[in-house]
């Protein structure tokens, strides 16, 4: 059982950064695909960021590439995501979670993860 706590959200000007981190205990962190995902009020979980165990396989979604970045510290069982340029619609609750023990695959889909963190604020004022 993998447990999942996100912090470092806040409020933040746009054009400002902000780094969330999402700490994991239980299980075997280096062994598991971590994600990003984000939601706006109102709307369904959607997909930011993924990385890969060594962490040297990335994807993000089109609207945040070229200014946030996921990264992972498998020392410290720690998954980021490093946001710069940030923008009013960026605002929104951001959850990390982990893809099952062992599966390597990226995935796009929040129902293919597995564990979830309770997810940060992250406010953006224009």
């Known amino acids: 059982q993998v447990q999942l706590a996100e912090s470092g959200g806040g409020l933040v000007q746009a054009g400002g950064s902000l780094r969330i981190s999402c700490a994991a205990s239980?299980?075997?962190?280096?062994?598991?695909?971590m994600g990003w995902f984000r939601q706006f009020p109102g709307k369904e979980r959607e997909f930011v960021a993924v990385?890969?165990?060594?962490?040297?396989?990335?994807d993000l979604v089109d609207s945040v590439k070229g200014r946030f970045t996921i990264s992972r510290d498998n020392a410290k069982n720690t998954v980021y995501l490093q946001m710069n340029s940030l923008k009013p619609e960026d605002t929104a609750v951001y959850y990390c979670?982990?893809?099952?023990?062992?599966?390597?695959?990226?995935?796009?889909?929040?129902?293919?993860?597995?564990?979830w963190g309770r997810g940060t604020q992250v406010t953006v004022s224009s």
């Open positions: 990385i890969s165990w060594s962490g040297e396989g990335r």
């Open positions: 979670a982990a893809r099952p023990e062992g599966v390597l695959s990226f995935s796009t889909r929040r129902y293919e993860y597995e564990y």
């Open positions: 239980g299980g075997t962190f280096r062994r598991h695909v």
